[in-house]
Each structure stands twice: as C-alpha cells, then as structure tokens.
C-alpha cells in the first residue's frame, strides 16, 4: 500500500443518527457491555419505587403519584426530543457540507474543507471503525470523520485501509513529546 492515502468524502454521506448509532455501539464495545443503560434502567426503576412509596406512606392520593410520573415522562420527552434538535443541528452544520480531502499518512489524517484543514495525529486518535456505509475514522468518542463507501474500489479496499491505519496507530508512540509549532 502506498505511504499516503487520498480520499474525497462529503460529511453528509453518512447518515449522522447511523453514525452516532456506530459510535454508541463501539463505546459499548469499548466498555464490555451495556453498563450504562443496565445502571439507567436501575436508577429509573429505583427512582419510581420511592416516589410509589413516598407518594403511599405520606397518604398522597393514586392520582398524585400518576401525575408524578407523568411530569417525568415528560422529562425524559424533553430529553429525547434535544437529543434529536442535537443531531439536526450537527447534520446542518457548515463543517459537514461540501466535499473534504482526506490524506491519510503515518504521520496521522489531514482534512482539508473549505473553510478549514486540520492535521491529527495518529496518537491522538481513538481509531478506525469500518461500517456498512464507509469507514468512519474515530477523532474521539463523540466525533468522527466519515469517508463513504464509493471512495473505496471494494469492501476489501476497504478493510485493508483500515488495517494500515490500525497499524499506523500502534506504531505510534503515545508518549512521545509533542513537536512545536
């Protein structure tokens, strides 16, 4: 494989809500499990328990603990409906339009936009996930960099670019000191 990879990726190619799911789904990965929606689970059931007692031992009426419940599914409606607002806003978002260069060399990914270009290091990335739609080149746990399926010859192509960058990374040394700028 050639030292640098070069690739045009529009932002938008990838659906962000898949995106966000792949992410969620390599962070339960990452974690070994469902953890965190096993303790949401806990604490919501929990939470309920007490406010049936509270609401009982202190002779509140049915309806008073129903209208609790209520307000609190109305909570958790506010909740979702933000996160949805999030997902919107990051789709329409002018970083995410238009057509990026992604250059991929041992050194680490420069994407260059209009309107910016930037260069990570390979050490300061959290990897490679490869997903039915493109590779999404993993910034953190919460961002990504996406390059479609159609900038790939085959799902081979694919696979064997994430491999190089899998090996770019653990040739990486972490603690190595930071150049200056």
């Known amino acids: 494989m050639s030292t640098?990879?070069?690739?045009?990726?529009r932002f938008d190619a990838i659906?962000?809500?898949?995106?966000?799911?792949?992410?969620?789904?390599?962070?339960?990965?990452?974690?070994?499990?469902?953890?965190?929606q096993v303790r949401a689970t806990i604490l919501i059931s929990?939470?309920?328990?007490?406010?049936?007692?509270?609401a009982f031992a202190s002779d509140a009426s049915m309806w008073t603990f129903l209208s609790f419940m209520l307000l609190m599914g109305a909570g958790l409606l506010v909740i979702r409906?933000?996160?949805?607002?999030?997902?919107?806003?990051?789709?329409?978002?002018?970083?995410?339009?238009?057509?990026?260069?992604?250059?991929?060399?041992?050194?680490?990914m420069r994407i260059t936009h209009p309107g910016y270009e930037v260069?990570?290091?390979?050490?300061?990335?959290?990897?490679?996930?490869?997903?039915?739609?493109?590779?999404?080149?993993?910034?953190d746990a919460y961002?990504?960099?996406p390059i479609e399926k159609s900038a790939f010859s085959s799902d081979a192509h694919m696979k064997e670019v994430a491999a190089q960058i899998a090996a770019w990374r653990s040739a990486t040394d972490t603690d190595a000191p930071l150049p200056d700028a």
């Open 81 to 108: 409906q933000s996160r949805n607002s999030h997902i919107k806003t990051l789709s329409r978002s002018r970083m995410r339009e238009g057509v990026a260069r992604i250059v991929l060399s041992p050194l680490g």
């Open 15 to 36: 659906d962000i809500d898949y995106a966000l799911r792949a992410l969620s789904a390599e962070r339960r990965r990452r974690a070994e499990g469902w953890g965190r």
């Open 143 to 145: 961002d990504y960099c």
């Open 46 to 54: 929990a939470f309920v328990c007490v406010s049936a007692i509270v």
């Open 4 to 9: 640098n990879l070069e690739f045009y990726s």
């Open 119 to 139: 260069l990570i290091s390979w050490s300061h990335m959290e990897g490679v996930l490869v997903t039915e739609h493109g590779l999404l080149l993993l910034i």
